[in-house]
């Protein structure tokens, strides 16, 4: 499967504080996506971070790539309500399409 | 500005009706997707086209087809639908360049299927 497995499932925190969430993929990649969608919204692309990259920084996000593992994680810090969303990643192999897995529901309380 | 738009944000069809979902992008992209989107289940790709008249199945074509006459427009087409089809449609395009591609989504089509 070329898609994406994020982990975990839904994360619930205070305003101010940091969300983590990981993601696991099995094949070969040119890049991964982060993407977020709020409720009853459309994707929004978040931050891209190359095969060749270990760490990307944008704004309050950052997120983190491993190869050799397979994974990436993306954080997000000092959190706030508006962050409330549910995030996927999309590992990009190059072949022009990407596939979503089900995504982290993040939760922000104020 | 980048934009995907969606012909319906929400419909209503009866089991057996056949329905049309528009998607129409104005970035010139050549790639564009339907997905579906239900709960705990994510997201999934129904079909692809990576060109005009050009289409691939997804992970859940079954009970669905689709058109590509226009590269700005990508119809999909519920031949008799079913109940099992209700759910949330996304339609997204793709700019590529290089080893980089970017996904921009519709806002969607919440169709209801009684």
């Known amino acids: 499967s070329q898609q994406g497995e994020e982990d975990p499932q839904a994360l619930s925190i205070q305003e101010g504080e940091n969300a983590t969430m990981n993601c696991s993929y099995k094949t070969s990649i040119n890049n991964l996506q982060w993407y977020r969608q709020n409720s009853g919204r459309g994707l929004v692309h978040l931050i891209l971070?190359?095969?060749?990259?270990r760490e990307k920084h944008s704004g309050r996000l950052r997120v983190t790539l491993d190869t050799s593992k397979k994974s990436s994680s993306l954080l997000i810090t000092a959190s706030r309500a508006a962050d409330t969303a549910s995030y996927f990643c999309?590992?990009?192999?190059?072949?022009?399409?990407?596939?979503f897995g089900t995504g982290t529901r993040l939760t922000v309380i104020p | 500005d980048v934009k995907v738009t969606q012909s319906s944000r929400y419909l209503v069809k009866r089991t057996g009706e056949k329905v049309f979902l528009e998607c129409v992008q104005d970035?010139?992209?050549?790639?564009m997707f339907w997905y579906r989107q239900d709960p705990g289940l994510g997201l999934r790709l129904i079909y692809f086209?990576?060109?005009?008249?050009?289409?691939e199945k997804g992970d859940i074509p079954e009970g669905y087809s689709v058109s590509r006459e226009k590269k700005e427009r990508f119809s999909l087409i519920l031949e008799s639908a079913s109940t099992n089809q209700t759910s949330m449609y996304l339609c997204a395009s793709t700019f590529f360049s290089g080893d980089q591609e970017t996904q921009y989504f519709g806002p969607g089509t919440r169709l209801l299927v009684l």
């Open positions: 999309a590992p990009g192999t190059g072949a022009n399409n990407l596939f």
């Open positions: 086209s990576y060109d005009v008249k050009m289409k």
């Open positions: 971070i190359r095969s060749n990259e």
């Open positions: 970035m010139d992209h050549e790639n």
